[in-house]
């Protein structure tokens, strides 16, 4: 599976905006780039994904490079309850059978 | 988003002893399983995947013998710790993709196992 590369962490005011990069310049055509968070003693939640263009709901925004070999997570106005590991995961295309391969992700404080 | 609940949530138990985690999909059905392990301050690892119906597949290095998947029916995958160790303690967590919504996955809680 096609790699990501994520910063260890990032610091956030609260009520600011939150930009969260990921890099994936293996990604192939085929690949989703999927979102989710971890807060603490929690499983994984799913936020957000993409393949081509970008993404909006009403956690995130996902703003995706031309090429498709980075990405964008967008918190728009962080809280104190969106502290947690944000996971960048690219998973190929073809049923319900391909898992998520977790890295490290980017730790995510947020500074009352 | 669709629902995935783990039982329990937090278990203790006597070294030696075996310990069942439940996985259900409460509001869709599951063909497919996915069981994690975290260790504390680390990332995920997969140790398995469940299919209903078949026998589980298990990823490089975890003993099957070990960590037994049963995924009986469309709704409930269980791992069962057995003969466990203080080495086995770690969080547990299992995710199940919902077609429904494009196959996204959907993990649960989580079930932190301590064994003593």
């Known amino acids: 599976d096609a790699k990501t590369t994520q910063p260890n962490s990032m610091e956030s005011n609260e009520e600011e905006p939150v930009h969260l990069p990921c890099n994936h310049s293996t990604i192939s055509g085929t690949d989703y780039i999927h979102w989710y968070r971890q807060l603490p003693s929690q499983g994984p939640e799913y936020v957000i994904h993409?393949?081509?263009s970008n993404v909006n709901n009403r956690m995130a925004s996902l703003a995706i490079a031309e090429d498709r070999k980075s990405s964008t997570l967008i918190l728009h106005r962080a809280t104190l309850r969106d502290a947690a590991v944000y996971y960048c995961?690219?998973?190929?295309?073809?049923?319900?059978?391909?898992?998520?391969?977790f890295g490290s992700g980017t730790q995510l404080t947020v500074l009352p | 988003g669709a629902v995935v609940s783990q039982h329990p949530s937090r278990v203790i138990c006597k070294s030696g002893t075996s310990v069942k985690i439940e996985c259900r999909s409460l509001d869709f059905q599951a063909t497919t399983m996915f069981w994690y392990r975290q260790f504390p301050k680390q990332s995920l690892m997969l140790m398995a995947t469940s299919n209903e119906g078949s026998k589980a597949t298990y990823e490089q290095g975890v003993e099957k013998d070990k960590f037994l998947i049963n995924h009986a029916s469309l709704t409930l995958s269980t791992l069962t710790v057995t003969s466990a160790h203080p080495e086995d303690s770690s969080f547990y967590i299992c995710s199940a993709p919902d077609r429904g919504s494009g196959n996204t996955i959907y993990f649960g809680e989580g079930s932190w196992l301590t064994v003593v």
């Open positions: 995961i690219l998973r190929p295309s073809g049923g319900s059978a391909r898992q998520l391969t």
């Open positions: 993409g393949l081509t």
